[in-house]
């Protein structure tokens, strides 16, 4: 299968946050821009679009990026959010179901071939641990949406056979640059796309005593946590000054 015009929309997730590369608009690789690499080497006309914005919640992300991602014809299309939703102290899942399964069917009727997202399991433990039911939820709604308008999904929520912590950023948050390659892996094996693509090795994590856990965890709320916790009480956002990498469809690679 060979696809022409590539749209990403999305959260940071999309965008590649946790990827880092100062060469690349934003300072981002990212997962979407790993696939559209390889897209690209099976067609010379291939062209693509990243309209993600980091901290954008699912709302956000249907009014800004949706309507643009229909004009701009594509025959491909992946859409993550509601991370950023379920986070929240306070959210209407059933509403923003609704508003998903309407926005699917917008970009469905472009023809496009459409992938979704469920996101991941973060265990019981940990910070996300008290939003785990709400994310399974939420997870639910995306595969009875998916199922409903015929599109592909990526179940993060099942991917078993890759240690999350591993493949996660120092903000804890964020996918590393393996964590976007394994689901630049995810992605082209969902569409049955054949790739070369092989994981990037890891270390193991360290194991750590009881004292230098405690002053790894205070580093991160410092750094981290507490920064994010003092953008959600003042309603900003970390992606109020940025703008989408790659707005319009254009080479790459």
Avoid: C
Wanted: hydrophobic share 40%.
């Amino acid at each position: 299968m060979s696809f022409k015009r590539y749209v990403a929309l999305g959260d940071s997730f999309t965008e590649g946050v946790g990827d880092d590369d100062p060469t690349r608009p934003n300072g981002l690789r990212g997962w979407a821009d790993r696939v559209a690499e390889h897209l690209a080497t099976l067609d010379d006309d291939f062209r693509y679009a990243n309209l993600a914005i980091r901290g954008r919640k699912l709302p956000q992300i249907i009014d800004e990026q949706v309507q643009r991602a229909v004009d701009l014809a594509p025959d491909l299309v992946t859409i993550h959010g509601g991370g950023n939703d379920v986070l929240r102290p306070k959210v209407d899942i059933d509403a923003l179901a609704r508003a998903y399964d309407e926005a699917i069917v917008e970009l469905r009727r472009t023809g496009a071939r459409v992938v979704m997202f469920t996101l991941f399991d973060p265990g019981a433990g940990g910070i996300y641990g008290p939003v785990r039911g709400r994310m399974a939820i939420f997870n639910e709604w995306v595969r009875e949406i998916a199922d409903r308008h015929d599109v592909t999904v990526v179940d993060m929520w099942r991917m078993r056979g890759v240690d999350l912590v591993t493949h996660m950023d120092d903000d804890r948050m964020h996918l590393n640059a393996a964590g976007h390659q394994y689901m630049a892996m995810q992605v082209l094996d969902a569409l049955n796309i054949g790739h070369t693509l092989e994981r990037i090795e890891v270390a193991p994590p360290p194991v750590l005593t009881r004292k230098e856990a405690l002053v790894e965890n205070a580093r991160w709320t410092k750094e981290f946590l507490g920064p994010w916790i003092h953008r959600r009480l003042t309603g900003r956002s970390s992606g109020d000054t940025v703008s989408p990498k790659h707005p319009t469809l254009e080479r790459i690679g």
